[in-house]
């Protein structure tokens, strides 16, 4: 017998063996290391604290803009809509903080991360809205290209449902600086829990919230 022949047979010997085992029940070798979840988890958790923070900020402009800004009139509406999204943000990073702790990780620290507004910008109800539109549109694709790296189907489901929040957050803002939709401050603030009225991580356990996108677009034609 060759040596080549008796290295196949000893293969073929060594892979039955293992699918015996693996038949009988035995368990394949146990992971070593780090979750792999947990750096990409860790990554939006950073997003999702740098978002909360950019929204305190934001809230602080809406609540006192600018004398003389032209959009001052829509601070009645924006205070409380940009108050829930920040919250609804908070509810993203606590259960991307809690996942992580499960998979055995260590979430990143709220206080290491830290927000600040682009060079030139200045205090505007309008800047405002177009670095939450921006900011929302990155955070989207951002947990797009996250939900590929995931080995986990349940850690999959949960980006991609949190995904769907910061979509439609970008939704309304982007109809609200397009003119898409002309703001009436009475309609949005009689509305207001039709604005992307929960998150749906707060949902995922039960019935998802998927009349919340059906809502918001009946609510941006009552406003045109």
Aim: aromatic content about 4%; overall charge negative.
């Amino acid at each position: 017998m060759n040596d080549a022949h008796s290295l196949s047979r000893r293969a073929l010997l060594g892979a039955t063996a293992a699918g015996g085992l693996v038949a009988c029940g035995s368990d394949p070798p146990a992971m070593t290391g780090p979750n792999p979840d947990v750096m990409p988890l860790n990554g939006l958790l950073t997003a999702e604290y740098e978002a909360i923070k950019a929204y305190m900020t934001g809230v602080g402009i809406f609540a006192a803009p600018p004398m003389g800004d032209p959009q001052a009139a829509l601070s009645l509406a924006l205070v409380p809509i940009g108050t829930n999204w920040m919250n609804q943000h908070r509810q993203h990073a606590t259960v991307l903080a809690s996942t992580i702790r499960a998979l055995g990780g260590t979430p990143v620290e709220e206080a290491s991360v830290t927000f600040t507004a682009p060079a030139m910008f200045t205090n505007s109800i309008a800047n405002v809205l177009k670095l939450a539109a921006n900011k929302e549109k990155a955070a989207a694709v951002a947990y797009n290209r996250t939900v590929r790296q995931l080995s986990s189907q349940a850690n999959r489901q949960l980006a991609a449902n949190i995904e769907g929040d910061e979509t439609q957050h970008f939704i309304v803002l982007y109809a609200l600086l397009k003119q898409l939709a002309a703001p009436n401050v009475a309609t949005l603030v009689a509305n207001i829990g039709e604005i992307v009225p929960k998150s749906f991580v707060a949902t995922q356990a039960g019935a998802m919230a998927n009349d919340s996108l059906e809502a918001q677009m009946d609510l941006m034609y009552a406003m045109m």
